[in-house]
């Protein structure tokens, strides 16, 4: 946009400082002090920067904004409306109510132009990590020459807060040795927190901690826009290395007896000081939500420039289309995350006992060639987690065309960066671990399910199982944790078979992340494939030989996975069912323990006890099904055992009796561990006997 007068631009300034006291004071609930001390950063940012059409926030090669710091989110509303969004007055107005789009922290799904859902601080630096990552692996996939295809920066506004949470060292320690030129950070060095001066905790040299990093640094007024405009040409130029610039600020800018102190930080400003700010400021005190004409004139023209700068973007497409068809396709492909139609029948088939780890990195190394556009990789545990991707290469500054990602021993911040990466789009990416880590990411876990972001997150030694590491290492409590977070898809795949259908249902989930849990001992083959009969292959240790089982009745056909023939799509299905009449015992598992839960079923049977093993991988997708198809399937809690190497708390929901593991497990080799636990065939019969007699 063309350069506006001093005296508009301080017009423009106090517009958003009005807008953001006036919004908290009505909600009487906010956080006044951040938009208002860096109304002059966002507007530098947003004004003279930001590459974005406000018409079309999903254009593809727009510039990503991420406000870090999200507590002050009436920052973004007002450059949002003001700018042109599809963000009211009205909406402004209706700051922190009830089903109004601007609530207290930004959400992705329900304001347009947030990129992320930020608040709790430290995720949307770390976040924005990975949208950078994106950014240049796709420009080194798809640009050619004469052809800048993608081509765009990723902004952060960051707080002290943001900087003394451990995970954006994580995350801004991988971006300065992955030198991303067009991630730049606008710290509001503004000195205070909640409680107080930030002399109480936090004086380190935060420009010297980043130089340190890898980082571009720069140190300037941010209550000037000029300067911040310079610094921010300045990193624009410094193409080796991400940037911070820390811009110093007055917290709570204008208010005259409350600025640059904690008064301001998380509370309103009370009416008789915005009123008094307001006057300082030269904003006057009526009417309220005041937008000056000149000013949505001006900020108003992002519109036209981000309309013409999507036209002329087509434009490059279209003639990229002609020059280069093959790539266009793929990216095509890519940015609408098309999946081949026949992607089951090209999965890998297993019939050996095989730990479903390893069936997990099979089934990843066809997904490679058959999902181009799969990234990922492991916390230094690609040996062990089995995520490499094989002949790829690393995502490194020298090779940012490879597709390999080493997030180094920094799980958290390997949580957000997938995020990032799925946020951004034209990506799908994974991150692994083991599962007793998961508690090392399970912030960025969570904001993916509150985001709908269809992150996967791979953790393997999923259970005591694992043997010798003993207790420090044996996930017990992570399974239940993790399924009690909304719109996560947990799965314990039972089997090989079952691990590459998870594989691909969560490929094909568009609206939330996934997690596969799986184990580093071997399991036999037991569950389905296809057309293929359910039953047992390979040796068992109880000796019994596997009855034939039936196919399960009423497998539903959800439209949103119409190439997924597996059954593991139902989350939970009869995997073989009593030999007559209604079942005396149902044995409900997951996993490892599903095996076991079947040779159970044959000591059971072979006393008479009529007895269901039922196949529970994912009790998300099975709650998603009808209520008829799961009471057919789980018809009766009171003759129902479950049966997994975890906590017992949540399986009330399906079952009275359990085979569980209440405790913390021990070092020793992982069968003697199952044995002394009770994960045996004739423990779990016995506790399907005693439930079959009483019930």
């Not at 044995?587 to 000591?603: N, Y």
Request: charged residues 20%.
């Amino acid at each position: 946009m063309e350069p506006l007068s001093p005296e508009l631009v301080n017009l423009c300034l106090n517009t958003i400082r009005g807008l953001s006291m006036d919004g908290v004071q009505q909600a009487n609930s906010g956080h006044p002090g951040l938009p208002m001390g860096a109304a002059a950063m966002g507007y530098a940012v947003w004004a003279r920067h930001l590459k974005h059409n406000p018409k079309n926030p999903d254009w593809f090669d727009r510039d990503r904004f991420v406000l870090s710091a999200g507590h002050g989110s009436m920052l973004l509303y007002s450059l949002l409306h003001l700018t042109g969004y599809d963000v009211s007055l009205d909406d402004l107005k209706a700051f922190r109510q009830w089903g109004s789009r601007t609530p207290g922290h930004p959400e992705n799904t329900l304001t347009p132009g947030v990129e992320m859902a930020t608040g709790p601080l430290g995720q949307g630096l770390s976040t924005a990590v990975g949208m950078a990552i994106a950014e240049r692996h796709l420009a080194a996939s798809y640009n050619k020459p004469g052809f800048d295809l993608i081509g765009h920066f990723t902004y952060v506004i960051c707080s002290d807060g943001d900087l003394m949470e451990g995970v954006t060292n994580e995350a801004c320690s991988l971006a300065g040795h992955l030198r991303l030129g067009k991630l730049i950070a606008l710290y509001d060095d503004n000195g205070i927190t909640i409680d107080g001066s930030t002399k109480i905790a936090f004086t380190e040299d935060v420009p010297a901690r980043f130089a340190a990093l890898g980082w571009h640094t720069q140190t300037v007024d941010g209550m000037d826009v000029d300067a911040v405009d310079r610094a921010i040409q300045a990193a624009r130029a410094h193409t080796d290395a991400p940037s911070l610039i820390a811009c110093k600020t007055t917290i709570g800018f204008g208010s005259p007896n409350k600025a640059g102190t904690s008064k301001v930080h998380g509370a309103p400003l009370g009416a008789e000081e915005v009123d008094l700010a307001k006057q300082r400021l030269g904003i006057p005190l009526e009417p309220k939500f005041l937008v000056p004409d000149a000013v949505r004139e001006a900020m108003g023209k992002a519109v036209a420039c981000g309309a013409a700068a999507e036209a002329a973007w087509k434009e490059r497409l279209s003639a990229y289309r002609s020059a280069y068809p093959e790539e266009a396709m793929r990216l095509d492909r890519a940015l609408a995350g098309e999946l081949p139609a026949d992607l089951a029948e090209r999965l890998p088939k297993f019939e050996k006992p095989t730990s479903t780890r390893v069936a997990g990195s099979e089934t990843l190394q066809v997904l490679a060639q058959e999902v181009p556009y799969l990234v990922g990789g492991s916390a230094d545990l690609a040996e062990s987690n089995l995520t490499h991707l094989k002949g790829i290469p690393e995502f490194q500054p020298e090779t940012p065309e490879g597709r390999n990602i080493a997030f180094g021993i920094r799980e958290h911040a390997m949580g957000c960066i997938v995020n990032g990466i799925n946020r951004h789009g034209g990506l799908r990416a994974y991150g692994a671990s083991f599962l007793v880590f998961s508690d090392y990411c399970r912030p960025a876990i969570r904001l993916a399910a509150l985001m709908h972001c269809p992150s996967i997150f791979v953790f393997t030694h999923d259970s005591i199982g694992l043997g010798e590491d003993g207790p420090t290492h044996q996930p017990v409590e992570h399974l239940m944790s993790l399924r009690a977070i909304p719109n996560l898809n947990v799965m314990r795949p039972a089997d090989a078979a079952e691990t590459a259908a998870c594989w691909q249902l969560a490929l094909e989930r568009k609206d939330g992340p996934s997690l596969l849990a799986l184990t580093r001992q071997n399991l036999p083959v037991i569950t389905e494939r296809g057309d293929q009969v359910l039953g047992l292959s390979g040796p068992q240790e109880s000796g019994h030989e596997h009855q034939t089982t039936r196919k399960p009745e009423n497998l539903l056909s959800p439209p949103e996975h119409p190439s997924s023939s597996h059954p593991a799509r139902l989350g939970g299905y009869i995997l073989n069912e009593a030999s007559s009449g209604s079942p005396k015992v149902i044995l409900v598992a997951t996993g490892s323990e599903t095996s076991v839960a079947l040779q159970a079923r044959d000591i059971l049977e072979a006393e008479g006890i009529a007895t269901r093993v039922v196949n529970l991988p994912s009790a998300f997708l099975f709650e998603r099904q009808s209520a008829g198809y799961r009471a057919s399937v789980l018809p009766d809690r009171g003759r129902t055992v479950s049966v997994e190497a975890g906590v017992t708390l949540g399986w009330e929901r399906y079952a009275t009796a359990h085979v569980g593991l209440d405790h913390f497990g021990a070092s020793a080799p992982g069968p003697k561990l199952m044995e002394e636990f009770g994960f045996t065939a004739q423990h779990v019969a016995e506790v399907g006997r005693r439930v079959a007699v009483d019930g």
